[in-house]
């Protein structure tokens, strides 16, 4: 099993939708998490930073985090075309240990 | 602006040869790893870097090396090129920093291995 599971999807949904990404980890080290957002053929791009667990609000993005259950969600609100990328997760523990990434989940949104 | 470039941004190779694949940042960061991307796989850590002289291996790092000399490159060999190794490389950098350890990555160099 690996440390970090994410469904690769793909995902499609309408515009406006509401939008939701989950990863699930098994080290309970894992202390920072993240989700980065990767256009086509682009290097991947830091979108929310969440440290231990609660949310965290960034405009239409929501990161959730519940380390009790070991899940972590983004929620995309009234998504747009501009939203179509995959999305990673990616989490580590303590001190400067190197991020661990989920597979990513390739997400459409329709005009 | 500081960056992060890697290149070449598109190469084909052949079975057995060498390969160095280039990554170079201008933002003095001490962290620096590569990745590698593959479908069904996600980013997996072949490589990392904690500053000059210092490399570690990764989770797929059998038939690669690295190795720091300086703040500003990390260049990534391939010894003997496999099929296998067809892969997009991703570069990225990260300051020294307890808090959120934001990789910033490069553009990505795709890599065939015929």
């Known amino acids: 099993q690996k440390e970090v599971e994410q469904d690769p999807g793909p995902l499609s949904v309408p515009e406006g939708a509401i939008v939701s990404l989950n990863c699930t980890y098994s080290n309970s080290a894992f202390q920072y998490f993240m989700w980065y957002r990767q256009y086509s053929r682009k290097g991947p791009e830091l979108l929310m930073y969440t440290y231990s667990s609660g949310n965290k609000e960034d405009g239409r993005f929501t990161a959730q985090v519940d380390k009790s259950s070991k899940y972590i969600s983004l929620f995309i609100r009234d998504s747009q075309p501009s939203d179509s990328a995959t999305y990673l997760c990616?989490?580590?523990?303590?001190?400067?240990?190197?991020?661990?990434f989920g597979k990513g989940t390739r997400l459409s949104v329709i005009a | 602006d500081a960056e992060i470039t890697q290149s070449p941004r598109h190469k084909i190779t052949e079975t057995g040869r060498q390969v160095t694949l280039a990554c170079h940042q201008t933002w003095n960061h001490n962290n620096m790893f590569w990745y590698r991307q593959d479908l069904g796989h996600g980013l997996r850590l072949i490589h990392y870097?904690?500053?000059?002289?210092?490399?570690n291996k990764g989770e797929v790092s059998d038939g690669y090396s690295v190795s720091r000399s300086n703040t500003e490159d990390l260049p990534l060999t391939l010894e003997s090129a496999a099929s296998s190794q067809t892969s997009v490389y991703f570069c990225?950098?990260?300051?020294?920093?307890?808090?959120?350890?934001?990789?910033?990555f490069g553009e990505g160099s795709r890599l065939t291995v015929l």
């Open positions: 990616a989490m580590r523990g303590s001190g400067n240990t190197p991020l661990v």
């Open positions: 870097s904690y500053g000059v002289q210092d490399t």
């Open positions: 990225a950098s990260s300051p020294v920093v307890l808090g959120t350890g934001e990789l910033f």
